[in-house]
Nanobody, 122 residues
Framework: VQLQAYGGGLAQAGGSLRLSCAAS????????MAWYRQAPGMQRESVAS???????TYVDSVKGRFTISRDNTENTVYLQMNSLKPEDTSVYYC?????????????????WGQGTQVTVSS
């Protein structure tokens, strides 16, 4: 599976950006798609995730400002980022996970896209 992310860039505080990530290759069964971010000197953190059925989760710091969505027909996940803050400045990574196998012994494949820089100026 290859993940190609688009849409990073520079925004002013209070502005918006939209990230896109297209999955290609062996895409069948990608249960979860997500966005992570990593600022310099910081650990990578999960920003938002979405299941194939549309269940979403968000880190508290972005709730009410970011929206993750997914187009299963296009195998693409989006992250709409509104009301951006300087602390959102980071490299954002697309992530996908496939879980399969019997309940008693499940297997997981994980995939990462290349990062895309988001910079928010104050």
């Amino acid at each position: 599976v290859q993940l190609q992310a688009y849409g990073g860039g520079l925004a002013q505080a209070g502005g918006s950006l939209r990230l896109s990530c297209a999955a290609s290759g062996r895409i069948v069964g990608l249960n979860v798609m997500a966005w992570y971010r990593q600022a310099p000197g910081m650990q990578r953190e999960s920003v938002a995730s979405i299941t194939r059925g549309g269940i979403t989760t968000y880190v508290d710091s972005v709730k009410g400002r970011f929206t993750i969505s997914r187009d299963n027909t296009e195998n693409t996940v989006y992250l709409q980022m509104n009301s951006l803050k300087p602390e959102d400045t980071s490299v954002y990574y697309c992530y996908a996970k496939r879980t399969y196998g019997p309940v008693e012994r499940q297997y997981t494949d994980e995939y990462w896209g290349q990062g895309t820089q988001v910079t928010v100026s104050s």
